[in-house]
């Protein structure tokens, strides 16, 4: 280790494995559920405003500049918060060698982007098409707001964070709800207000930056070169797994009716809660977990994060599955009640991909980046061959079940590849055993005092 990854590691604040996974998860949690609920409102606004076919209109034109950004990154975000977690270079050199990868990144993407989009929206209509031109302003707005927000999170700065995280679902919500009531709710100005929240995230990001004392910030080849290495491994895996996430809505949007991409993507929202947990966690476990030394320390954290995630994502999924008929209709409108079969199919893979997200941050925090990403390129063939199979007989339905099969196996790979890694047994990494049961008791009991505490004094008040 160099003298200035210890001097960094010394100055970072100590935490305790309980510390690791009870207040910056529950924090995390607390941001997820609230975005969670702001995505309801969301997806419940656009749904009954724009109906099947504009919704899928929409979701077509938000998702390829998106996806070109995400696999685009090159696992830079990834990168990023490892780096800055372990301290091994001046945090300037760092954010200069970040944005400067990334400005290169963005106008790459930029020029692929403006290329494919008439071959893939070739049967949508001139409006759609121009909007979605325009949505490509989402891409470098996106990639250097993340890697930003990535300094942060690798430095444990969770507050600010998750606050980040939560502001810009706030804004965009916030934006849309006003556009409703104002009757002027369309697909052009749904992809404006997104586009103003992630750029106004985006300067806060750059100036709580700026307060870590990164004034000026120094690209410098050797720590790029760093960056990019661990980035190739680790987006191996990223890449992968938004594929097998997308693959499915970018050929519906290719080969089917917009009409089935609005009931497909209300399937997909309906699925979200899981997907959140994982993705909540995973915010803070790789910060966490790559901190520690190898051992029962880092084993101990690396198991309460995967179980943690597995037992909340079956919780919040069960009830949804049961009444998606009545939530659709409920929430979305009786439009929407044919993807009542299909959320559920897509309910149960979420829990599958929630803890396999989670159990891959693992692998990418103990500094085994390709084994992730190679349990995601073997899920991803199962992707390709599922929906070349299903998606033309089942419609909408064969996508759902293509996508069970390839967050399965990516779970599956990945928790006995990181079981290896700390070893322990796959069952070990998943199955809480009497201890964790008493460590989960008693982070409830701590978390439920400051509550009671309150509400004594509120009572006295």
């Known amino acids: 280790m160099t003298a200035i990854a210890r001097r960094v590691r010394a100055a970072a604040p100590a935490r305790s494995i309980a510390g690791l996974a009870s207040g910056p998860v529950t924090i995390s949690f607390g941001v997820s559920a609230v975005i969670q609920a702001l995505n309801v ?33 090159l696992g830079m975000q990834d990168a990023t918060t490892y780096h800055a977690a372990r301290g091994f270079w001046p945090l300037s050199t760092l954010v200069g060698s970040t944005l400067a990868i990334t400005a290169a990144q963005a106008g790459l993407l930029l020029v692929a982007g403006a290329a494919l989009l008439p071959f893939v929206l070739s049967h949508y209509d001139a409006s759609a098409r121009r909007t979605a031109y325009l949505y490509l302003a989402f891409i470098p707005i996106n990639l250097f707001t993340l890697a930003l927000m990535a300094v942060l999170n690798g430095r444990q700065r969770f507050h600010w964070f998750q606050s980040l995280r939560l502001l810009v679902i706030a804004g965009s919500a916030a934006v849309l709800v006003v556009l409703a009531a104002a009757g002027t709710l369309t697909i052009q100005s749904a992809a404006i207000a997104y586009l103003a929240a992630n750029l106004s995230i985006g300067l806060v990001a750059g100036v709580l930056v700026w307060r870590l004392g990164v004034a000026r910030p120094r690209a410098s080849t050797g720590p790029a070169r760093q960056l990019l290495r661990f980035g190739f491994q680790s987006h191996l895996g990223a890449t992968s797994s938004l594929l097998n996430e997308r693959l499915d809505q970018l050929l519906i949007s290719v080969f089917l009716a917009p009409v089935q991409l609005g009931l497909y993507v209300i399937a997909v929202t309906m699925s979200s809660l899981a997907g959140l ?28 994060f995967a179980q943690l ?24 409108g009786a439009a ?16 599958a991909l929630s803890t396999g997200r989670v159990i891959g941050t693992l692998l990418r925090a103990v500094g085994r980046p390709l084994d992730a990403g190679i349990g995601e390129v073997v899920a991803l063939a199962a992707t390709v061959v599922g929906l070349a199979a299903l998606l033309p007989m089942l419609g909408i ?16 790979w990945t928790a006995r590849r990181a079981a ?20 989960l008791i008693r982070w409830i009991s701590r978390s439920r005092e400051p ?6 004094a509120s009572k006295r008040s």
């Not at 929407?336 to 829990?351: F, G, K, N």
């Open 41 to 73: 409102v969301t997806g419940v606004l656009l749904a009954r405003v724009l109906g099947p076919h504009g919704r899928g209109e929409l979701a077509a034109v938000v998702l390829w500049p998106s996806v070109l950004a995400a696999v685009g990154s």
């Open 336 to 351: 929407y009640r044919d993807a009542a079969e299909v959320s559920r199919v897509l309910l149960v893979a979420a829990v």
């Open 277 to 304: 947990v994982g993705s909540s966690v995973s915010m803070v476990a790789l910060p966490a977990v790559a901190r520690l030394q190898s051992g029962a320390a880092q084993r101990a954290a690396a198991r309460r």
């Open 397 to 412: 339905m064969g996508a759902a079940i293509a996508s069970l099969v390839a967050y399965s196996v990516s779970l599956a």
């Open 451 to 456: 509550a009671v505490q309150n509400f004594s």
């Open 420 to 439: 290896r890694a700390l070893n322990i047994s796959t069952s070990g990494l998943l199955v809480p055993n009497r201890d964790d049961v008493d460590h």
């Open 309 to 332: 995630t597995l037992g909340v994502s079956v919780v919040v999924t069960v009830p949804m599955a049961l009444f998606a008929p009545v939530l659709l209709q409920l929430f979305f």
